[in-house]
T-cell receptor, first 115, second 111 residues
Framework: EAGVAQSPRYKIIEKRQSVAFWCNPI?????LYWYQQILGQGPKLLIQ????????DSQLPKDRFSAERLKGVDSTLKIQPAKLEDSAVYLC?????????????FGPGTRLLVL | GDSVTQMEGPVTLSEEAFLTINCTYT??????LFWYVQYPGEGLQLLLK?????DKGSNKGFEATYRKETTSFHLEKGSVQVSDSAVYFC??????????FGTGTRLTVIP
């Protein structure tokens, strides 16, 4: 079974530029998550989708971050404009149904450096 | 609010030493508890989990017991190997299906 795929793996941009990350969850997984992991910290949830609907985006800085999952499969996370403090690893995870005992499977992450 | 407090690192051990990484949590309700591991250059992987009080999760020689009375989920291994070198994250899953992670503990095992 293929795991969660993410691209690109690395991205370097200058502040005020925009950037987009892509995630393809495990086939059949209805629930998709985006996390931000700043160096030296644990991942923090940005947004959770159930199929193509947003379940929780309370921690997403909506003035600059946006995410979509239009067809309930792939998802993109965008930052526009980027700030220095956005430098982090952006992780995508998925579960089959988002139940209380579901294991989240993580992709390899996209490492973003904002200069 | 819900949170996880994890033992600060880094931790350096000799091969075959005993490992304990402490984790305590604060949560409303009855969360599920997890340990995730991140090997160098790889993504987060589930190591073990426990879904209710007194459950013991185990995998690859690692164990952790869900202790409701002390709100803890300490990770242990009796004899570590060089290949166990990684960053270990304790996490809790709330009823709203949100995962809260600790800050991570970097373990280095030297031969």
């Amino acid at each position: 079974e293929a795991g969660v795929a993410q691209s690109p793996r690395y991205k370097i941009i200058e502040k005020r530029q925009s950037v987009a990350f892509w995630c393809n969850p495990i086939s059949g997984h209805a629930t998709l998550y985006w996390y931000q992991q700043i160096l030296g910290q644990g991942p923090k949830l940005l947004i959770q989708f159930q199929n193509n609907g947003v379940v929780d985006d309370s921690q997403l800085p909506k003035d600059r971050f946006s995410a979509e999952r239009l067809k309930g499969v792939d998802s993109t996370l965008k930052i526009q404009p980027a700030k220095l403090e956005d430098s982090a690893v952006y992780l995508c995870a998925s579960t089959s149904a988002g139940g209380s005992q579901e294991t989240q499977y993580f992709g390899p992450g996209t490492r973003l450096l904002v200069l | 609010g819900d949170s996880v407090t994890q033992m600060e690192g880094p931790v350096t051990l000799s091969e075959e030493a005993f490992l304990t990484i402490n984790c305590t949590y604060t949560a409303t309700g009855y969360p599920s508890l997890f340990w995730y591991v991140q090997y160098p250059g790889e993504g987060l992987q589930l190591l073990l989990k426990a879904t209710k009080a007194d459950d013991k999760g185990s995998n690859k020689g690692f164990e952790a017991t869900y202790r409701k009375e002390t709100t803890s989920f300490h990770l242990e291994k009796g004899s570590v190997q060089v290949s166990d070198s990684a960053v270990y994250f304790c996490a809790l899953l709330t009823g709203a299906n949100n995962l809260f992670f600790g800050t991570g503990t970097r373990l280095t095992v030297i031969p």
